[in-house]
Each structure stands twice: as C-alpha cells, then as structure tokens.
C-alpha cells in the first residue's frame, strides 16, 4: 500500500507545469525545508507575495508606457480665463460711504454716519418717533444692527451701540433686522445690499400702526408685528410669518 501511495504521489508531481519565470527568492527559499510547521506555512505566502510584486511592476511599467506616449495632459494646457477679483467691499473708502448713504433719502428717516474710532463707520438710523438704530459697518458690508426705541439713547457712547433695548418690541425687531441683514448680504454688490436693507428697514414706520397682515390683529401676546416680509414688506406677526 505504501509503494502505490508513493507512485501516485510522482505522478501528481510529473503532472505540474514549472514555471516559466522562475523567482529568485534567495535565502528566504530555504523557508520550504523548514521542519516548524507554524514557519513552514510563511513559504507559500512569501512566493505569493513576490508574483504580485511581479504583476505589479509588470502593469506600472506598461502603464508608464502608456502615459507618456498621450499628448492630452492638462499641465500642456495654459488658462487663458482671467482670475474672478476677489470682493473688496470691506475695503470701501470712507468716501464711497458717504457717496452711498448720502444718495439715500426716504420720508420720516434720518440717515447719519459717526466715525467714532476713525476708520468704519456706524450709520445711525431714526425712524419718525418710532426708533432708532446703529448699523455698524466695514467698508460697505454690514456687521452688527442695534435696535432701540426713539426714547432709549443711542448716540451718546460707543458701548451703547451694543447694547440692547430694554425694551422686548425692539429687541424682537433686532433679532429680525439680523435675519435680514444676512438674507440680503451681498459682497459682489454691496451697495444694492445696504440700499434693500435700509429701503426693508424703513417700512418699520408703521410698527406700532398696521396690524398683521395674516391674523388681522394688532397685538398678540402683547406685541405689535414685529416681522416685515423681506419682498413685499408686509408686517406680520413672529407667530404668523410662517
């Protein structure tokens, strides 16, 4: 039994095809006599690991081939499209400032620039008897909106221009004038940005006049509509905007 198990066993061994490469594993080969079997078990892994280092080279040396003989590279193409300008609105002069809200006029509002620290302006706003507020700017982008009443001081210190009402109707309307400084934020056009502002910010004339536009009522919880539609200018209140 023994000498047939032996027979079969070259036979199986004359049927396998050599290898057309064969791999110069070097000393590492001496891995296949070894008598451990947890050692041994590293050789079939070493010799896979060297034909796929094999294959690789093999595929990156086509590769290479291939790419340098394609013409279409992008770095033989030149842009030829001038660079987009970078918005420089924050870097208006203190001229163009004045050009701007100077070419502002509206009925029951005063427009009026301080220049407290020599360099961006703060633009108070008086509506009618109604309120008044700080608009502080850099260059012609809009930072920060104060919102008070006509009876609260506004112009007096610089720390007041940060400083909120005491009152909830206008700190109510500060919140609003915030959401509508960013929805009409523009740096590419930031003269048409303060002029939708302020042309929003006028309509609050009629504050404590016009009652909501949704619900018909002029108070409800005990404030007036403190929303104003930024297209239409409708006043609604907080509750009823949506």
Not at 92 to 121: C, D, W
Not at 169 to 190: C, E, G, I, N
Request: glycine share 2%.
């Amino acid at each position: 039994a023994f000498v047939i198990s032996f027979r079969d066993f070259e036979s199986c061994i004359n049927d396998l095809t050599p290898s057309q490469t064969p791999l110069n594993l070097a000393n590492s080969a001496y891995l296949s006599l070894e008598t451990n079997l947890e050692r041994q078990a590293l050789y079939p892994h070493l010799v896979q690991s060297y034909k796929w280092h094999d294959k690789l080279h093999e595929y990156s040396t086509f590769a290479s081939t291939l790419l340098q003989q394609n013409s279409l590279k992008r770095s033989y193409y030149t842009n030829t499209k001038r660079r987009r300008s970078l918005p420089s609105s924050h870097l208006a002069t203190p001229q163009m400032v004045e050009n701007l809200i100077g070419s502002i006029h509206y009925n029951n509002m005063n427009l009026k620039i301080a220049r407290p620290f020599m360099t961006n302006a703060i633009l108070h706003i008086t509506i009618a008897r109604v309120l008044r507020a700080a608009v502080i700017l850099k260059g012609l982008l809009i930072e920060w909106v104060t919102v008070k009443g006509y009876d609260e001081s506004l112009l007096d210190g610089v720390d007041e221009q940060w400083t909120e009402s005491r009152h909830q109707v206008f700190r109510k309307v500060q919140d609003h004038a915030h959401s509508a400084m960013l929805h009409f934020f523009s740096p590419t056009l930031p003269e048409l940005a303060i002029r939708s502002f302020i042309t929003w910010f006028r309509s609050y004339v009629t504050l404590f006049a016009d009652p909501c536009k949704k619900c018909g009522k002029h108070l409800h919880n005990t404030l007036p509509p403190t929303w104003r539609d930024l297209r239409t200018l409708e006043p609604f209140h907080e509750e009823c905007k949506q």
